[in-house]
């Protein structure tokens, strides 16, 4: 799997203070988790582009909190945003966090190799609180919340009030925060979500979406969310 991506610099040394919110967990990485596993590889250079082009749009919008969707299942997503998520925190002092919100498809904590819940919808549903559902990656400086449960009204929720709180409060204490959103054809979850975020981000996979797939998935934002369209699966 390919996508184009970021820069990456050397990690913070050793001697800094570790940012620890929530509990610490040891992660057992999916293989195409290359920007970690890899990242001297031709594919972790793409995402390391990502997030240069990310950080050059800053200098005309913020882009403190980032949702990343795909017109339809099966573009890749999930490993696109996961590989970021890791990449943006290989910046040095920089906090990231990667929240899993695709409540009918989660897959954030398996491709991390951790346990599902608690996690989102029990902090939403008031069942949880932040610190309760975070986890921090000590060796990745990168720090994760599961998707949970799968609730009964996931639009609704992502639509609520409670989500608004929490995306308001992981801004304040994040620099980055990344949202892994379900696909945005066939549900409504991604365009009820998106007003409360900085910047949209696409991802298409090659040989399998249709242009007017795209043009429906771009269509369906305001025009200035959308930062970019990254090309999967290209190796």
């Known amino acids: 799997a390919a996508a184009p991506a970021a820069e990456v610099r050397p990690a913070p040394s050793a001697g800094?203070?570790?940012?620890?919110?929530?509990?610490?967990?040891?992660?057992?990485l999916h293989p195409?988790?290359?920007?970690?596993?890899?990242?001297?590889?031709?594919?972790?250079?793409?995402?390391?582009?990502?997030?240069?082009?990310?950080s050059h749009r800053e200098e005309t919008m913020p882009l403190r909190t980032l949702m990343v969707t795909s017109p339809g299942v099966g573009d890749g997503k999930s490993i696109t945003v996961g590989n970021l998520a890791l990449t943006m925190a290989q910046e040095f002092q920089r906090r990231v966090i990667l929240v899993?919100?695709?409540f009918r498809g989660s897959s954030v904590h398996a491709l991390f190799g951790l346990e599902g819940a608690p996690g989102l919808?029990?902090?939403?549903a008031g069942e949880a609180t932040l610190d309760d559902v975070m986890v921090y990656l000590p060796d990745h400086r990168l720090t994760l919340i599961p998707a949970g449960r799968t609730p009964h009204f996931p639009t609704e929720l992502l639509g609520s009030t409670a989500m608004r709180r929490a995306v308001d409060t992981l801004r304040g204490r994040f620099d980055r925060v990344l949202f892994d959103m379900p696909?945005?054809?066939?549900?409504?979850?991604?365009?009820?979500?998106?007003?409360?975020v900085d910047g949209v981000l696409?991802?298409?996979?090659?040989?399998?979406?249709?242009?007017?797939?795209?043009?429906?998935?771009?269509?369906?934002?305001?025009?200035e969310k959308v930062v970019g369209v990254v090309l999967n699966d290209t190796i």
């Open 16 to 28: 800094r203070s570790e940012f620890v919110e929530g509990r610490t967990a040891t992660a057992t």
């Open 32 to 54: 195409l988790l290359v920007a970690a596993i890899d990242p001297h590889s031709e594919v972790a250079e793409r995402y390391r582009s990502i997030r240069a082009r990310i």
């Open 100 to 102: 899993d919100a695709d």
């Open 121 to 124: 919808s029990e902090l939403l």
């Open 183 to 196: 696909a945005v054809l066939p549900l409504a979850d991604a365009g009820t979500f998106a007003p409360m």
């Open 202 to 223: 696409i991802v298409v996979r090659a040989g399998l979406t249709q242009r007017p797939a795209l043009d429906r998935a771009i269509g369906a934002f305001d025009e």
